[in-house]
């Protein structure tokens, strides 16, 4: 099974940043486990969809990031999520803003990464 890299963490962490920064709710609210407002499952589902399509990583790794879910909760937001983004607008317009701005953010971080080299030295990266 492949292990989460630190690549498809950054991944996650950006997702999530994201979908915080767009949908104006704290990411603890986001991860929660139980069934809070259905506006957190709603950007639960649309963090879920951002990193199965941008990852290789398995349901299972995906649940294990999205607050230690089960393979068959991803299954089922997965699910959701096609549901929803064509049958509510608002959730449609929710999850285009969110993955827009993750392709941004993602975009310009790797740039950044790129152009950047590892100095053994100090440890750090260095233009």
Request: proline fraction near 1%; aromatic fraction near 10%; charge should be positive.
């Amino acid at each position: 099974m492949k292990k989460i890299s630190i690549e498809d963490n950054k991944i996650f962490e950006i997702a999530l940043k994201v979908c915080s920064d767009i949908s104006q709710e704290p990411v603890h609210k986001i991860l929660e486990k139980g069934r809070g407002k259905r506006r957190y499952s709603d950007i639960r589902f649309i963090l879920m969809k951002i990193i199965h399509k941008n990852t290789g990583l398995s349901l299972e790794l995906i649940g294990n990031l999205i607050g230690n879910r089960d393979h068959s909760t991803v299954t089922y937001g997965l699910s959701q999520y096609d549901n929803m983004y064509f049958s509510n607008k608002s959730f449609k317009n929710l999850a285009k803003s969110c993955k827009k701005e993750f392709s941004h953010r993602y975009f310009i971080i790797k740039k950044v990464v790129e152009n950047k080299e590892y100095d053994n030295t100090i440890g750090k990266y260095v233009l």
